[in-house]
C-alpha cells in the first residue's frame, strides 16, 4: 500500500471513528438526536403512566425504579464500551453470579467479606482475561467466545455451590450496608451507580486513550496503520467488562445477603438491549454511556408500567424482546444509509 493510499485509508478511519465528544460533528448530531429521542419516549410514557396508575409518579416507585436497574446500569457500562470496540459478551449475567458465588464462598471459608469480594471481582477479570486471550490471540469471534464462557462460568457456580444457594446473613453490617445503606432517602447503590456512570463517560468522551476504542472499533486495519495496537484495545476491554460485571455480582451480594448459582441469568438481555436502544452500534466504532444508561432507565419505565397495569410476566419478555428488535432495525437502518 502506497503512503497515499495508507494516508486516505486514516482519513476515512478519523471519520468515521469519530464519535461525541471526540470531534465528529455528524455522530454528536446523531448520538444527540439519539438521546433526545430516548428522553421524549421516556417523558411521554411517564405522562400517560401517571394518568393510567396513582402509583406511578411516586418516590417510592421511582425508588425501586432507580434500584432495579442501578446495579446492572454499572454492566451496562462496561458493555457499551465493548460494543464500541467491536465486542460483544452474552456472559456478563453469568460472570455477575460467578462473583457473587466465588465472593460468598470464601466468605463462608473465613474469609473478611472485603478480602472475598475482592477476589471475586479479581477471578471475573481473569474470565475477561481468558475471553480476551482466545478473541486476540487464537482469533476466535468474540460472540463464540463469550457463548462458550457464559456455559463454562454458570456450570462452575452450580459447582461451587453444587446447586444450592449460599445463605450470607452472617454478612457484617458494614458490608450490608453498600447494598441495603443509603444517604438519606437515597441508596448507596444509586451514588455508586452515578459515581460509576461519571468516572466512564467522562473518560470515553474527553481521555485520549479511549480514542483508540472507537478508532478499533470503525476501522481496525486503519487504526493498526495508524499504531494503534488494537488487539491490545480489544483484551483490555474484555477484561473491564467482566471486571465491571463481577463488581455488580458484589454489589448484589450485598444487597440480598445470598449467593444464588442460577442468579443473572438472561441479564445480558437487558445489558445488551440497553445499551444498543441507547445508540451502540452492534457494528462497533459508535456508542455513548449516557445514551446506553438512558435505554437501561427507558426499559425499566417499561417494566415498571407493565407491572403497575397488571400485565403478565411472558408479556413483559415478549414486549421487551420487540423493543429490541427495534433498536436493532434503527441501527441497522442508520448505518445502511451512511454506507
Not at 457499551?80 to 460472570?95: A, F, H, M
Amino acid at each position: 500500500m502506497s503512503l497515499r493510499q495508507t494516508g486516505r485509508t486514516l482519513m476515512d478511519a478519523e471519520i468515521k471513528a469519530s464519535a461525541p465528544g471526540l470531534g465528529g460533528r455528524n455522530w454528536l448530531r446523531l448520538g444527540s438526536m439519539r438521546e433526545a429521542g430516548l428522553i421524549a419516549i421516556m417523558l411521554a410514557l411517564c405522562v400517560a403512566m401517571t394518568f393510567a396508575s396513582p402509583h406511578f409518579l411516586t418516590w417510592g416507585n421511582f425508588r425501586a425504579m432507580l434500584m432495579s436497574f442501578s446495579i446492572e446500569g454499572i454492566v451496562v457500562v462496561g458493555m457499551t464500551i465493548l460494543l464500541i470496540v467491536g465486542g460483544i459478551d452474552l456472559s456478563v449475567g453469568s460472570v455477575v453470579c460467578f462473583s457473587m458465588v466465588v465472593s460468598g464462598a470464601l466468605f463462608l471459608m473465613g474469609l473478611d467479606p472485603w478480602t472475598a469480594s475482592l477476589i471475586g471481582i479479581g477471578a471475573s477479570a481473569l474470565i475477561g482475561a481468558a475471553m480476551g486471550f482466545f478473541v486476540t490471540v487464537i482469533g476466535l469471534n468474540h460472540f463464540i467466545t463469550s457463548l462458550a464462557a457464559m456455559v463454562i462460568v454458570r456450570g462452575l457456580c452450580l459447582v461451587i455451590t453444587k446447586g444450592t444457594p449460599l445463605s450470607l446473613f452472617t454478612l457484617p453490617p458494614g458490608f450490608k450496608a453498600i447494598g441495603q445503606g443509603s444517604f438519606g432517602n437515597v441508596p448507596y447503590v444509586i451514588v455508586i451507580f452515578v459515581v460509576v456512570v461519571a468516572i466512564f463517560d467522562f473518560l470515553l468522551r474527553r481521555a485520549t486513550a479511549f480514542r483508540k476504542v472507537f478508532y478499533t472499533g470503525s476501522n481496525e486495519k486503519a487504526a493498526q496503520f495508524s499504531g494503534i495496537k488494537t488487539k491490545q484495545v480489544k483484551f483490555w476491554v474484555t477484561v473491564l467488562c467482566s471486571t465491571l460485571a463481577g463488581f455488580a455480582g458484589v454489589i448484589y451480594m450485598s444487597r440480598f445477603g445470598a449467593a444464588t448459582p442460577t442468579f443473572g441469568a438472561g441479564m445480558e438481555l437487558n445489558i445488551i438491549a440497553a445499551a444498543v436502544i441507547g445508540g451502540a452500534s452492534l457494528n462497533g466504532g459508535s456508542g455513548t454511556i449516557f445514551g446506553a444508561i438512558l435505554g437501561m432507565a427507558l426499559l425499566s419505565v417499561v417494566t415498571s408500567s407493565l407491572i403497575l397495569l397488571d400485565v403478565s410476566v411472558y408479556w413483559q419478555d415478549m414486549i421487551k424482546g420487540c423493543i429490541l428488535l427495534a433498536a436493532v432495525s434503527i441501527d441497522h437502518f442508520l448505518h445502511s444509509r451512511k454506507s
